[in-house]
Nanobody, 121 residues
Framework: QVQLVESGGGLVQPGGSLRLSCAAS????????MGWHRQVPGKQREMVAV???????GYADSVKGRFTASRDRANNTVYLQMNSLNSDDTAVYYC???????????????WGQGTQVTVSS
């Protein structure tokens, strides 16, 4: 089995910062991509950031210049540094990984349980 566990969410004032972490554990052979999505109730889940194996990053237009994603490959961990937060960033943030398990054959998508980020004064 593979588990992804997020941490670092919470309540922050507009203009503030938060750092999310997500650690993958289990019988992992390789991780191709790790990243973050977010979802607001009643809306579709949207991609926020992605980090490839070689560290290349991609971001949603709405967070470019404010959010930075990074990976610690040795510890199967992905981070999301969020700066200049505003109310539109309020959502549940989910990390994901495209992971190949021991004995599992192809790469599959695995998701964390989500962590709430609320931006409010």
């Amino acid at each position: 089995q593979v588990q992804l566990v997020e941490s670092g969410g919470g309540l922050v004032q507009p203009g503030g910062s938060l750092r999310l972490s997500c650690a993958a554990s289990g019988s992992i052979v390789a991780i191709a991509v790790m990243g973050w999505h977010r979802q607001v109730p009643g809306k579709q889940r949207e991609m926020v950031a992605v980090v490839t194996t070689d560290g290349t990053t991609g971001y949603a237009d709405s967070v470019k210049g404010r959010f930075t994603a990074s990976r610690d490959r040795a510890n199967n961990t992905v981070y999301l540094q969020m700066n200049s937060l505003n109310s539109d960033d309020t959502a549940v943030y989910y990390c994901y990984g495209v992971i190949r398990m021991l004995g599992g054959g192809n790469y599959r998508n695995y998701w964390g349980q989500g962590t709430q980020v609320t931006v409010s004064s």
